[in-house]
């Protein structure tokens, strides 16, 4: 089963088979956070778990470096929405081997990507098992000075960037210490209108996806103008790390051509990051496959599936 017909199809059955939201319900299911409105106000949600095993190997991260990772992942998510966070609240399943000045070491990642994102640690709860490290985070957060970006909004005729350098996070180590991008939704939205936005954490390919899937749409990217880490470049298939390594958590998204040229002339010229034109959201002619294409210098198409991780594997 591919990625397409697992975690999407998934979210479409759970969709159908639960009971309304309720109005005060604004979107829920489907985007990086789930959009609330309390009062007058909004309020946004996400949670996200990490396993040993899975997510990180303890035998080349430090507890330190696990716990920022955990808080950094779900800080991606607001940055995927434009949204600030503000509160967080931690469970974490620990292996009975651990000791007490491990499980310090753990909260100390977890503070230290709390204080520097202004994100405090408002509770929680933690227990053991006879199992590996297992950590959950659910965080909140507010919109920012726009309303929050959703995966749905792509238009025909948008043009499509990231952020930053792309492939070969997991050889670099760059998946445990990378910089969740809040502060530069926040100035993206205040340099054009995003009509939809996702943090890459499956890999390019697969997250644009999600952005197609969700607007209705198809996109074209240009190989040659993919931008690439140095490590990607050392990697046996450059190409292949950029669009299916994973865990950049860059932010993918669309704008309108004159927004596109208004943003990459106006972004800060002392920026350390970088923001790329990588390609376009063309029209969609069918309700399923092919939605995405790569296009070489001398202007080939050809079929680009969702890559990355997968959630399912049959």
Known sequence: MNQEKSEFKLIEWISRNRPPAGDDVLTDIGDDMAILRTGGDKILIT?????????????????????????????????????????????????NRMSM??????????????VNYHCPIVGGDTTSWDN??????????????TDPVLRSGAQIGDIVLVTGRLGGSLLSGRHLDFTPRV???????????????????DGLSSDLNHICLSSDVAAVID????????????????LYAALADGEDFELLFCVKPADAEKLLRDWPAKSPLEVTRIGEIVPCEKTDLPRMFLRNSAGRLTLLPPGGWEHFRD
């Open 47 to 95: 949670t996200d778990i990490l396993l040993e095993g899975v997510h990180f190997d303890l035998d080349t991260a430090t507890l330190a470096q696990v716990g920022y990772k955990a808080m950094a992942c779900s800080l991606s998510d607001c940055a995927a929405m434009a949204a600030i966070p503000f509160v967080a609240v931690v469970a974490v399943a620990l292996p």
């Open 101 to 114: 000045s491990q499980a310090q070491q753990l909260h100390q990642g977890l503070q230290s990507a709390a």
């Open 132 to 145: 590996p490290l297992a950590i959950d985070i659910a965080m909140l957060a507010k919109p920012g000075k």
């Open 183 to 201: 502060a530069e939704a926040q100035l993206l939205t205040s340099l054009a209108t995003i009509h939809a936005m996702i943090d890459i954490s």
């Open 223 to 238: 190989e040659e103008a993919l931008p690439l880490s140095s490590t990607a470049l050392e990697s046996a298939d450059p």
